[in-house]
């Protein structure tokens, strides 16, 4: 059972920067990012291939985060630049055994407990 552990949440000003990490007791193939905020479903963010090489994000954090990973530290991070409060979330990392960067959260079999970001304007 892959266990994954999420850091780095906090309070920032608009405009801002976090980087958080996800901490894997074993890799997997893809790695992703969600968020949900309060009342809200459960949204992709972004993921990224076993390499790194390949990354997807959703259109709403594109050019604004980044996602990469280390497989030797069995960690991935989610740096986020110029942070909205539309950004204001619970942030999940994500795993599944399979290749392909889906967006679709169900298609994920390992969740971490989530990190709170509250961005404040």
């Known amino acids: 059972q892959v266990q994954l552990v999420e850091s780095g949440g906090g309070l920032v000003q608009t405009g801002g920067s976090l980087r958080l990490s996800c901490a894997a007791s074993?890799?997997?193939?893809?790695m992703g990012w969600f968020r949900q905020a309060p009342g809200e479903e459960r949204e992709f963010v972004g993921a990224i291939n076993w390499s790194g090489g390949s990354t997807r994000y959703a259109d709403s954090v594109k050019g604004r985060f980044t996602i990469s990973r280390d497989n030797a530290q069995k960690t991935v991070y989610l740096q986020m630049n110029d942070l909205k409060p539309e950004d204001t979330a619970v942030y999940y990392c994500?795993?599944?055994?399979?290749?392909?960067?889906?967006?679709?959260?169900?298609?994920?079999?390992?969740w971490g407990q989530g990190t709170q970001v509250t961005v404040s304007s």
């Open positions: 074993f890799t997997t193939y893809a």
């Open positions: 994500a795993g599944r055994d399979q290749a392909v960067l889906t967006t679709s959260p169900r298609k994920y079999g390992y």
